[in-house]
């Protein structure tokens, strides 16, 4: 069955830097959209930045300029780099997909189990 997996989560200081990366196994046609979520104590998931198969990307306004989303089509991965972290970016972050694969057909959204990022001096 596909699955995702999210690594790279941790403790850093404000201004710091991390590096999530997720990796899509399993038995997999196609991947269109990847992207990436995250959710904070006692507030609602949100969508942070999201990559077509064809490269384009969006943001939350409240990263642009400081995380960038990037994928690798051949391997299935896909990856976060997150710079000059805030206090704020803490939450649990997720990686999303929407996928074809075997053996059901058509198309579903997959998840990762979430990683831990925590921005504290």
């Known amino acids: 069955q596909v699955q995702l997996v999210e690594s790279g989560g941790g403790l850093v200081q404000p201004g710091g830097s991390l590096r999530l990366s997720c990796a899509a196994s399993?038995?997999?046609?196609?991947?269109?959209?990847m992207a990436w979520f995250r959710q904070a104590p006692g507030k609602q998931r949100e969508l942070v930045t999201k990559?077509?198969?064809?490269?384009?990307?969006n943001y939350a306004d409240s990263v642009k300029g400081r995380f960038t989303i990037s994928r690798d089509n051949a391997k299935n991965t896909m990856a976060l780099q997150m710079d000059s972290l805030k206090p704020e970016d803490t939450a649990v972050y997720y990686c999303n997909g929407f996928i074809k694969g075997s053996p059901i057909s058509g198309w579903y959204t997959f998840w990762g189990q979430g990683t831990q990022v925590t921005v504290s001096s």
């Open positions: 990559i077509s198969s064809g490269g384009s990307t």
């Open positions: 399993g038995s997999i046609f196609s991947i269109n959209y």
